[in-house]
C-alpha cells in the first residue's frame, strides 16, 4: 500500500476546500498557494495549501 500525498487547496478568502492536488516531494516543507477558481466566492483567488 503506498501512500498518496494529497494536499487540499482551500480559497483564502471564503476558507472553501475546492481542490485536491498531489503534494510534490520536492515541496516538502513548502505550502502550495494557487491562483484558481472559487465557485463560492465567484471569482479566482488564492488557493493554500491545508490539511
Ligand atoms: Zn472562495
Do not use: Q
Request: glycine residues 4%; hydrophobic residues 25%.
Amino acid at each position: 500500500m503506498a501512500k498518496e500525498d494529497k494536499a487540499i487547496l482551500a480559497c483564502e478568502v471564503c476558507l472553501c476546500r475546492n481542490y485536491t492536488t498531489h503534494r510534490s516531494k520536492k515541496n516538502n516543507g513548502k505550502r502550495l498557494e494557487l491562483r484558481k477558481y472559487c465557485p463560492h466566492c465567484g471569482k479566482v483567488t488564492l488557493h493554500k495549501e491545508t490539511k
